[in-house]
């Protein structure tokens, strides 16, 4: 089992930035790939970024790139999500996700934290 616990949501204004943290605990030894999922009010849950554990390069989805960074802390089991130049439409509950080793889809997530972002 794995626990993830996210923070550092808010209000800010569009053009501002906020960085999120994911906090992992349990079995956070067997790690393949970490990741954000953000879901908007009415909206299906999207893919926003992930990162390979272990080290490489990050994916991003298209709407976010240039705009948002990934990033862990391997000593301190925890994700980043660092979001500059945000929009009204990157509005949403963000979650993170964890992806055990010989696991093709995400098996465990976190509860979310809002991030709200005004024009």
């Known amino acids: 089992q794995v626990q993830l616990v996210e923070s550092g949501g808010g209000l800010v204004q569009a053009g501002g930035s906020l960085r999120l943290s994911c906090a992992a605990s349990?079995?956070?030894?067997?790690?393949?790939?970490m990741a954000w999922f953000r879901q908007a009010p009415g909206k299906e849950r999207e893919f926003v970024a992930q990162?390979?554990?272990?080290?490489?390069?990050?994916y991003y989805a298209g709407s976010v790139k240039g705009r948002f960074t990934i990033s862990r802390d391997y000593a301190r089991n925890t994700l980043y999500l660092q979001m500059n130049n945000l929009k009204p439409e990157d509005t949403a509950v963000y979650v993170c996700a964890h992806m055990p080793p010989l696991k093709t889809t995400y098996e465990y997530w976190g509860q979310g934290t809002q991030v709200t972002v005004s024009s």
């Open positions: 990162v390979l554990w272990s080290g490489g390069d990050p």
């Open positions: 349990g079995r956070t030894f067997s790690t393949k790939f």
